[in-house]
Each structure stands twice: as C-alpha cells, then as structure tokens.
C-alpha cells in the first residue's frame, strides 16, 4: 500500500523559506505516468494546488506561486520536497503531498498533512 | 485563469439524493475529479475521470459532466456521507484547480 508522509518544520519566521519534504513508501517514485504534488489549505478554507513533480525533474506550478516556489526530487531516497521563499502570513496552511495519477489524473493518494504556522 | 464554482453548502434529507455541481467553462471537455474530505483528515477521492468510483467507493456516489457543469450525485445519503466536497480539474495554463468546496449537510 502506497503511503506519503510529510515532514518539515511546523513554524516558519515571516520573510523566511518554508521548506517541506514528501516520503514515499511502498511504491517508487521513478513510476512512469505518476506526478508527485503539493497541495495546501489554510484552516478552514479550500484546497490550493502549490505545483507537481514528474521523477525526472520537470516541474509544474501555481501561477500565483510560480516566483517563490521551488520543487525538487530525489529518487535516491524516493523523496521530492517544497521550498517556498518569502513567507508571509497567508502561506500558513496544512500542507499535503500526494500522488498525481497520469497528465490529468487524481490526486488518488494523499499524505495525512502538516500544519505550517508563520510567525515570529 | 481557470476557475471552478461550487456551491458553498447543500443539505438533504437522510437517505435521499444528494446533487453537488461544480461550474466551469466548457468543463465537459475535462477529466473532473471528486474528493471528500472529512473534518481532520486528508481528502479522498471518490469519483475520477468520466465518473469512475475507486475501488472502496460505494456505488451510491456517482459524477457526470457536460457543457459548463460536472455534478457529483450521492444516492441514499447516509450520515456518514456528511463531508466537504471538492471537484477538481487540470488546466493547460493555471495547473491544478479546484472548486471552492461544498459542505454536505444530512438532515
């Protein structure tokens, strides 16, 4: 059974980088035809897509994101990660990673979700 | 950018029919994805693709598409069946979208 398991600190100092890794365990990250994503959701409110990872490193991102967002892979440790510069009160949030099945696939499976505070 | 709209609550009666819609433009060309989410958990998704249920999903949960509109249908509504709702799309320009999300209220 696949499982997803973020780890990362849970309070991040305004100005700074959030830094978020994604473990993946019972499956390989270098599956074809699977995207690693990140996705997050401040209390109480919706879903935001942050971006995605393909094994072989291409990316793809949230516009509103796109400037501060970095996403990484390393299929070594069968792990991919976030980095997202300059944080402000709005980017605190659950932070969930996931398994994106094809192109235009689900998100079919899902990390339980970390809570990223932002605060002095 | 691309935008879903949702309606922000639905309620319904135990053991009737539950209709949750999601608008977008020309959403009918597009793979639209489902997801409950129940308080303190991760989402799961219920419906994928042209209104295809995982396996573990129960049949009650249905989804169709067309033209400006996807609808997720929850059949015989059971307490349990009380979540939040998110349809979601991919986009050539924008990524990943989700709608706002609905809450689904059992009377």
């Known amino acids: 059974q696949l499982q997803l398991q973020e780890s990362g600190p849970g309070l991040v100092k305004p100005s700074e980088t959030l830094s978020l890794t994604c473990t993946v365990s019972g499956g390989s990250i270098s599956s074809s035809n699977y995207y690693w994503d990140w996705i997050r959701q401040p209390p109480g409110k919706g879903l935001e897509w942050i971006g995605s990872?393909?094994?072989?490193?291409?990316?793809y991102s949230n516009p509103s994101l796109r400037s501060r967002l970095t996403i990484s892979v390393d299929t070594s440790r069968n792990q991919f990660s976030l980095r997202l510069s300059s944080v402000t009160a709005a980017d605190a949030s659950v932070y969930y990673c996931?398994?994106?099945?094809?192109?235009?696939?689900?998100?079919?499976?899902w990390g339980q979700g970390t809570l990223v505070t932002v605060s002095s | 950018s691309y935008e879903l709209t949702q309606p922000l609550s639905v309620s319904v009666a135990l053991g009737q029919t539950a209709t949750i819609t999601c608008g977008g433009s020309n959403i009918g060309s597009k793979n639209v994805h489902w997801y409950q989410q129940k308080p303190g958990q991760a989402p799961v998704v219920v419906i994928y693709g042209d209104g295809n249920r995982p396996s573990g999903i129960p049949g009650r949960f249905s989804g169709s598409d067309s033209g400006n509109t996807a609808t997720l249908t929850v059949s015989r509504v059971q307490v349990g069946d009380e979540a939040d709702y998110y349809c979601q799309v991919w986009d050539s320009d924008t990524g990943g979208v989700f709608g706002g999300g609905t809450k689904l209220t059992v009377l």
């Open positions: 990872i393909y094994y072989s490193g291409t990316t």
């Open positions: 996931a398994r994106q099945r094809g192109s235009n696939g689900p998100l079919d499976y």
